[in-house]
């Protein structure tokens, strides 16, 4: 795999390296814990999946996608050993993306991580 993830004080960053990154179209994603929503280890289904950039061949996904009326960054081989993190207010250029898929060797770890890292969120149960 050609991505490592570099944990900061206040975002993640994604760094992609040889053809991981040519694939993408993308050296590095910077995913401030701020703009993080929910956490997933499940990649989108691939048939919904639109790729607009990128590349897309068998289970390999790695650049822009377009998923209904949402943009998605994808960069993984296996969609068994992913997290899938679904963001608010996060930019790359000037598109607004909704999920950011990433290719790791310990989903369930890499979330929980994320998750520690998660702003708290406000309740709307009313309690």
Not at 57 to 77: A, K, Q, T, V
Not at 82 to 103: E, K, M, Q, W
Request: overall charge positive.
């Amino acid at each position: 795999m050609g991505r490592r993830l570099e944990w900061g004080a206040d975002a993640l960053t994604v760094h992609l390296a040889g053809l991981t990154a040519v694939a993408a179209f993308k050296r590095k994603l910077v995913i401030p814990y701020r703009c993080i929503v929910r956490v997933d280890t499940k990649a989108p289904p691939q048939e919904s999946l639109m790729r607009l950039g990128g590349t897309a061949i068998g289970n390999i996904r790695g650049g822009h996608f377009w998923h209904g009326e949402d943009w998605y960054f994808l960069s993984y081989e296996d969609p068994e050993k992913v997290v899938a993190i679904t963001l608010a207010d996060f930019h790359l250029g000037h598109r607004r993306y909704s999920t950011v898929v990433i290719g790791v060797e310990d989903p369930q770890a890499v979330k929980e991580m994320l998750e520690r890292r998660m702003p708290a969120r406000a309740s709307n149960d009313g309690g």
